[in-house]
């Protein structure tokens, strides 16, 4: 799929805005951190004004509860009213809910817990739960893939006065008269970054069944986790590039071609100039369409490079023709009509 300027700037724009709107709006960062320091908040005697179950419709159907409070506090001589249960205020079942209201009546001596720089500022439920550690690692992966855009589309954007990379953007390192162009089948961040995803869906899952004594701990130890398992998929990845051997070899001087142990290839093939036909591009779809770089040998068969955007792929197919010493045909620029002109 070709992806213009323009879709590449929006795309950056809503990443941004969803960067920013994850840290400063969604529960699940600034009020878990506030939950996390109202464990150390002083307490005080207050009691229960009023206190009710409060039902929520969801766009799907169904109906969740949340507890709503009145109770009243005081701190030094000054009175205080809060309506604050806990900071991440949790949608759940009616059962659970009720647990809750029915164990803090109306009338009933309650502990607040207060901020001391601001005791208007108060919670009667300071500890963190198992289920706050299961929605920062379930709402993660939204970060980390826009993270991912911003970065990806953010240095691809052809910005005024920018040059167009050479060869689609592949990087190419060229020794004496041989040159090695990197085509591997998975890019060291995009492997690491569907690592760490996946991890932390499971974990987020998984924690509220294995870590609700000790929610903290099991959160931290499940973040680790995932993304140092995404960090060492990445540098595996890496050095697996780093080695060479998805390289496609170019020697010049020889006039040969070695091609890369990547599409379902087990070994490293050699081929001579004069067994290409041709090069063209063939069709794929992993989701969205893909185009893929392919040499057409004179024995009837092919060889598929990689998968590339359209504006990428055609740019590859370009140079590499002009590698091979031949000018790219006008009309061969798929495989299909390559094949259709003998």
Avoid at 205 to 230: D, E, K, N, W, Y
Wanted: net charge positive; with cysteine; charged share 20%.
């Amino acid at each position: 799929m070709k992806t213009s300027n323009p879709f590449k700037i929006i795309v950056c724009i809503l990443a941004g805005v969803f960067i920013a709107v994850w840290f400063f709006y969604l529960p699940s960062v600034p009020d878990l951190i506030r939950q996390y320091r109202a464990q150390s908040f002083p307490k005080t005697e207050g009691r229960v004004l009023s206190v009710g179950i409060v039902s929520q419709k969801t766009s799907k159907g169904g109906i969740y509860y949340h507890p709503a409070f009145l109770y009243k506090y005081e701190i030094d001589g000054k009175s205080y009213k809060g309506l604050r249960y806990r900071y991440v205020d949790y949608l759940l079942d009616y059962d659970s809910v009720n647990r809750i209201v029915t164990s803090h009546p109306a009338g009933s001596a309650v502990e607040v817990y207060y901020n001391p720089a601001n005791p208007a500022e108060a919670v009667l439920s300071p500890l963190v739960d198992v289920q706050d550690a299961s929605q920062i690692l379930l709402a993660s992966p939204f970060l980390y893939v826009s993270l991912f855009f911003l970065l990806k589309f953010g240095g691809e954007i052809d910005w005024p006065g920018r040059v167009k990379p050479v060869a689609g953007g592949v990087k190419i390192i060229t020794e004496r008269m041989t040159t090695r162009v990197r085509l591997p089948c998975f890019q060291p961040g995009s492997l690491g970054l569907s690592t760490t995803c996946i991890l932390s869906i499971i974990a987020g899952f998984v924690i509220p069944f294995t870590g609700a004594s000790s929610p903290v701990p099991a959160g931290l130890f499940a973040l680790s986790i995932t993304i140092g398992a995404g960090a060492l998929v990445y540098f595996r990845q890496y050095r697996r590039i780093a080695s060479g051997i998805q390289d496609l070899v170019i020697d010049e001087s020889a006039r040969t071609v070695e091609l890369p142990l990547t599409c379902k290839r087990r070994e490293r093939r050699p081929l001579a100039f004069s067994d290409i036909k041709a090069v063209g591009l063939e069709h794929g779809r992993y989701g969205v369409t893909t185009y893929a770089p392919t040499l057409l040998l004179r024995d009837g068969s092919s060889e598929r490079l990689t998968d590339l955007d359209r504006e990428s792929a055609e740019s590859f197919v370009a140079w590499l023709w002009e590698k091979l010493g031949r000018p790219m045909p006008a009309s061969e620029k798929s495989i299909d009509s390559v094949r259709d002109t003998g």
